[in-house]
């Protein structure tokens, strides 16, 4: 019967060095640097897509409100939509502003702007070719300044929603 050494020889491998251990906590802090540098991005990511449904919200708001005025030729002639006279300009009907630009929503919104301009299409030459006196094309744009990857505001992007409304 053999009996083993209870000290280890020269040829036994159980246990790791000091410079084993040295190298795994390299590697790990490698890698977990890695991640860490990571997570500002993915941030910056979310909060991108969280502002862009946002601005996407705000703007289908919006358009609903416009879906909702008015404009008939019958049983009296009714223009609760307007017309923009100029492309940088909002809308209106007779001397008054239908939808005012709003520069700045209300809470918890105060980040976003919000534009309407309405188009009408009896040329044509703006409503993708379609010429029709009783057809305008609306136009809602929300603009916001997302935050870029250090964390600070960006350079403004836009959301944009546009359908054509016809008269009642």
Known sequence: MRTRALAPTVGDRRGITLVEVVVAVGIITVGLSALLAAVPLAAYG???GYQLSTATFLANERLEQVRNA??????RPVD????SPAP?????SGAATTFADEAALPAPYGDYA????IIDCGSGAECGGIA?????????????R???????AGVAKAAAVTT?????
């Not at 609760?80 to 017309?83: A, D, I, R, S, T």
């Open 70 to 75: 008015r404009w008939q030729s019958e049983p």
């Open 132 to 144: 029709k006196s009783d057809l305008r094309q609306v136009t809602i744009t929300v603009t916001y």
């Open 46 to 48: 979310t909060r991108e």
């Open 164 to 168: 054509l409304i016809a008269k009642r």
């Open 114 to 117: 919000r534009a309407v301009r």
């Open 80 to 83: 609760e939509l307007g017309v």
């Open 146 to 152: 997302p935050m870029n990857g250090v964390g600070g």
């Open 88 to 92: 940088t300009s909002a809308p209106e």
